[in-house]
């Protein structure tokens, strides 16, 4: 197959409206190019409990990567106190809340629970917690966040690009079969489990050979066992094709020998509103054109 290079970007997404059903919440539809919003709004989290929204956020805090990006993607950066006019949106310090006025603080399940709770309810603040441990919590979660802060259009507009682009990607798929892959983040730790990541692997054409490992160092002759057909590292990773082969236990793996090896940056597989681009992306690395 010959070795295999990528220089993968996170990219805004963007793409055609399409009217998509919501999610649990008391809401309006919109109808048009503006929509306005009738509050109070009724809106659910990963917690499963509804929060009640009375007026329209002004100054929102949002306390995790994922949170901090849907805000950005919804074109709503600048109800974030502090935030830059261009760049990354970095998440808030959870530490901070008691000590910044806000309407609305927005995490997601990476944060601890317990402690943003005790924060919010500290500072009187309304929290909402975004589920992302599964692609159909987080176009829930974009649809919920949309409504809570003044942007449902577009949040529906985001959700139905994401969904244009799987389409997409499953098109362009069809009649291929899944490729075996192993997703070393460091020290041969592997991208475990069978959600968010597991799902966007799935969608790009490929099997994780450590989907149901421990999230640590996988055994070596089990590696060599399953034999996968591409080796991917994570940037962080610092982990090199030329690395591994003068690693004696691994250099003779198949993947490694024939150069069926890519480096990519781990948000590819974290929760976020790019992540129909990184379907895309890497399903270019496992299915390369011929």
Same mark, same amino acid.
């Given at each position: =197959?010959?070795?295999?290079?990528?220089?993968? *970007?996170?990219?805004?997404?963007?793409?055609?409206?399409? =009217?998509?059903?919501?999610?649990?919440?008391?809401?309006?539809?919109?109808?048009?190019?503006?929509?306005?919003?009738?509050?109070?709004?009724?809106?659910?989290?990963?917690?499963?409990?509804?929060?009640?929204?009375?007026?329209?956020?002004?100054?929102?805090?949002?306390?995790?990567?994922?949170?901090?990006?849907?805000?950005?993607?919804?074109?709503?950066?600048?109800?974030?106190?502090?935030?830059?006019?261009?760049?990354?949106?970095?998440?808030?310090? =959870?530490?901070?809340?008691?000590?910044?006025?806000?309407?609305?603080?927005?995490?997601?399940?990476?944060?601890?629970?317990?402690?943003?709770?005790?924060?919010?309810?500290?500072?009187?603040?309304?929290?909402?917690?975004?589920?992302?441990?599964?692609?159909?919590?987080?176009?829930?979660?974009?649809?919920?966040?949309?409504?809570?802060?003044?942007?449902?259009?577009?949040?529906?507009?985001?959700?139905?690009?994401?969904?244009?682009?799987?389409?997409?990607?499953?098109?362009?798929?069809?009649?291929?079969?899944?490729?075996?892959?192993?997703?070393?983040?460091?020290?041969?730790?592997?991208?475990?489990?069978?959600?968010?990541?597991?799902?966007?692997?799935?969608?790009?054409?490929?099997?994780?050979?450590?989907?149901? *490992?421990? *999230?640590?160092?996988?055994?070596?002759?089990?590696?060599?066992? *399953?034999?996968?057909?591409?080796?991917?590292?994570?940037?962080?990773?610092?982990?090199?094709?030329?690395?591994?082969?003068?690693?004696?236990?691994?250099?003779?793996?198949?993947?490694?020998?024939?150069?069926?090896?890519?480096?990519?940056?781990?948000?590819?597989?974290?929760?976020?509103?790019?992540?129909?681009?990184?379907?895309?992306?890497?399903?270019?690395?496992?299915?390369?054109?011929?």
């Amino acid at each position: =197959m010959g070795r295999l290079t990528t220089a993968v *970007a996170a990219l805004a997404c963007a793409g055609a409206f399409a =009217m998509l059903a919501s999610g649990c919440g008391e809401r309006r539809e919109p109808t048009g190019a503006t929509v306005p919003i009738a509050y109070p709004v009724t809106v659910q989290g990963a917690n499963e409990v509804p929060l009640e929204i009375a007026r329209a956020p002004q100054r929102v805090l949002p306390v995790s990567a994922t949170a901090a990006a849907l805000v950005d993607a919804l074109g709503l950066r600048a109800l974030v106190p502090g935030a830059p006019a261009s760049g990354r949106l970095r998440a808030f310090p =959870m530490g901070a809340i008691r000590a910044t006025a806000a309407d609305l603080v927005v995490g997601s399940q990476s944060n601890d629970f317990n402690a943003l709770q005790a924060a919010a309810v500290t500072a009187n603040v309304p929290l909402l917690i975004l589920a992302d441990s599964s692609i159909r919590d987080l176009e829930h979660s974009i649809l919920e966040l949309g409504l809570a802060i003044g942007a449902p259009l577009q949040a529906r507009t985001l959700v139905a690009a994401l969904n244009a682009k799987r389409a997409e990607v499953k098109a362009r798929l069809k009649g291929l079969a899944p490729v075996t892959v192993f997703v070393d983040t460091g020290y041969f730790i592997p991208v475990v489990g069978s959600g968010f990541a597991g799902e966007v692997l799935r969608e790009a054409g490929g099997e994780n050979i450590a989907a149901a *490992a421990e *999230a640590s160092p996988f055994p070596i002759k089990d590696l060599l066992t *399953a034999d996968p057909t591409i080796y991917l590292a994570t940037a962080a990773s610092g982990t090199t094709l030329a690395d591994l082969r003068k690693t004696r236990r691994v250099r003779n793996l198949a993947a490694i020998r024939e150069g069926r090896f890519a480096t990519i940056p781990l948000a590819l597989l974290q929760p976020g509103p790019d992540f129909g681009k990184a379907i895309d992306q890497l399903s270019l690395i496992l299915h390369p054109a011929p």
